[in-house]
């Protein structure tokens, strides 16, 4: 399977605690985005990287929010003290972006969705 | 602001044809991508736009009117496996995505 992949794919935790997630994108791609997606809406930008560098965080994303894809390839997202509000599905996307511009298509990892008690 | 407007939800006939509409207030635009989302799934990419005019791929059409500010999704043949949301979404002058809420549609036999 060469699609974007996640994991967990689940995750429960108790308010205050901190989670990680992974996402490991389709392997040619160089650009690399975190997505939050609550029921009933689209998907909520959270930040993304070319390659290994952020190149741009949300204004609505608190200082709890860090996000490393620290060799370019996989990225990991970290919630410090997670709140009941943080409960949401967490997507992943990749796509490759070239010098000569064109259509540049996001694919989808399968998401991790996450419940704070 | 930016804003991408889609109705909430629309209900249709297996076999029938359904247009579901996205009107759109963005700052530029760089093309318009229509995504398909199974609940409790991800996204995945059904069609692509950045000139005027219709976009066909099998039972899945989609058209765009930069003038207008609207895209359409068309779906033909309707089974029962479309119902899903289909998600809307514009590419901005700073090359970053703004998504629609949804149209969630369901199919009846």
Not at chain 1, 24 to 40: C, V
Not at chain 1, 80 to 97: F, I, K, N, P
Not at chain 2, 60 to 78: A, C, D, P, W
Request: aromatic fraction near 12%; hydrophobic fraction near 30%; include cysteine.
């Amino acid at each position: 399977d060469t699609g974007v992949s996640q994991d967990p794919r689940h995750k429960i935790t108790k308010r205050g605690q901190n989670v990680t997630f992974r996402c490991d994108p389709i392997s040619e791609h160089n650009r690399l985005y975190w997505y939050r997606q609550t029921l009933g809406q689209g998907p909520e930008f959270l930040t993304y990287f070319q390659n290994e560098a952020q190149l741009e965080k949300s204004r609505l994303l608190s200082d709890r929010f860090s996000a490393e894809r620290p060799k370019g390839s996989f990225s990991t997202l970290e919630i410090q003290r997670t709140e009941q509000g943080d409960s949401a599905m967490y997507l992943c996307a990749s796509s490759l972006v070239t010098s000569g511009g064109g259509q540049e298509t996001q694919y989808f990892g399968p998401g991790t969705r996450l419940l704070v008690l | 602001g930016q804003n991408i407007d889609q109705p909430t939800e629309m209900t249709a006939t297996e076999g029938a044809i359904v247009q579901i509409n996205c009107t759109y207030q963005t700052s530029g635009f760089n093309g318009l991508f229509w995504y398909q989302q199974h609940a409790g799934e991800a996204p995945t990419f059904l069609s692509y736009n950045v000139l005027d005019g219709l976009e066909e791929k099998g039972r899945f059409s989609s058209f765009l009117s930069r003038s207008k500010g609207y895209s359409y999704l068309l779906l033909k043949e309707l089974q029962m496996k479309d119902s899903a949301s289909y998600l809307c979404a514009v590419r901005d002058s700073n090359y970053q995505l703004i998504w629609g809420a949804g149209t969630k549609l369901i199919i009846k036999p």
